[in-house]
């Protein structure tokens, strides 16, 4: 397996572009040191002391710290802990490090507590907060499209209770939405598209019958009918 490359960029301001802000390449001297704050834009080295540093990871990028010192000590430990793993066979952990998902949920339902949410709502966010929080490991921080694609995984490998009116999709398609808005109450919203939830379709409801509709007005006095003639204008 071939080593992974761990490119080091530099999110900086160009002025006069539609979208100043970028990723430019960091440029190093050669003594292999980063130049501090030198970037590559449009082929020429430029100075920018604004912005911070990031490592290119298979086309994913991850915070280095603000100086091109911090950026180049990251990427060293990394390619020292891939050269050791791909020598010795065997992996090393990652270490976690930032806001645990469960202490999040928790002060997530603290917060739907004081605001006085209905107790059923609360709990119906809790029995699928609490199912992702079981499924996903990761902090906070990391957290991606994928682990609610695996929670949807997760949740189609659960029994299904038998209820006469039941509709499994629809509960997962609730218990996915209901994720989806704990994850934007700390910062993660908008990882799926309207698409990517699950889907569902709703029961069919069975209409009364001419015969049924008479047989009820039929018996029903004056504020009967008015609710009857309510119900099937509103197509209750």
């Not at 003594?31 to 834009?41: A, E, Q």
């Not at 469960?102 to 699928?128: C, H, V, W």
């Not at 039941?166 to 799926?192: C, E, Q, Y």
Request: aromatic share 10%.
């Amino acid at each position: 397996m071939g080593m992974v490359r761990f490119s080091i960029y530099k999110y900086v301001k160009i002025e006069g572009k539609v979208k100043p802000w970028s990723y430019k390449k960091a440029v190093a001297g050669a003594n292999g040191k980063l130049k501090p704050n030198v970037v590559l834009v449009d082929g020429k080295e430029e100075t920018h002391p604004e912005g911070y540093y990031v490592l290119s990871i298979k086309g994913q990028r991850e915070r280095a710290g603000l100086t091109s010192l911090e950026a180049q000590t990251e990427q060293r430990k990394r390619l020292a802990k891939q050269r050791y793993q791909k020598e010795a066979g065997e992996i090393i952990p990652e270490e976690v490090t930032g806001t645990l998902l469960a202490d999040a949920a928790d002060q997530y339902f603290m917060n739907l507590e004081s605001q006085g949410k209905d107790p059923k709502t609360i709990r119906a966010y809790r029995a699928a907060v609490d199912g992702f929080v079981a499924t996903c490991k990761k902090p906070v921080e990391k957290i991606g499209k994928q682990d609610l694609f695996d929670y949807m995984g997760w949740l189609r490998r659960q029994p299904i209770p038998v209820r006469k009116h039941g509709n499994p999709d629809r509960t997962m398609f609730n218990k996915v939405g209901h994720v989806a808005i704990f994850l934007k109450s700390i910062g993660k919203g908008g990882l799926l598209k309207k698409s990517e939830y699950p889907q569902y379709e709703e029961k069919l409801i069975a209409a009364h019958t001419d015969s049924e509709l008479n047989f009820l007005y039929s018996r029903a006095d004056d504020d009967q009918r008015f609710l009857l003639d309510f119900a099937l204008g509103t197509g209750l």
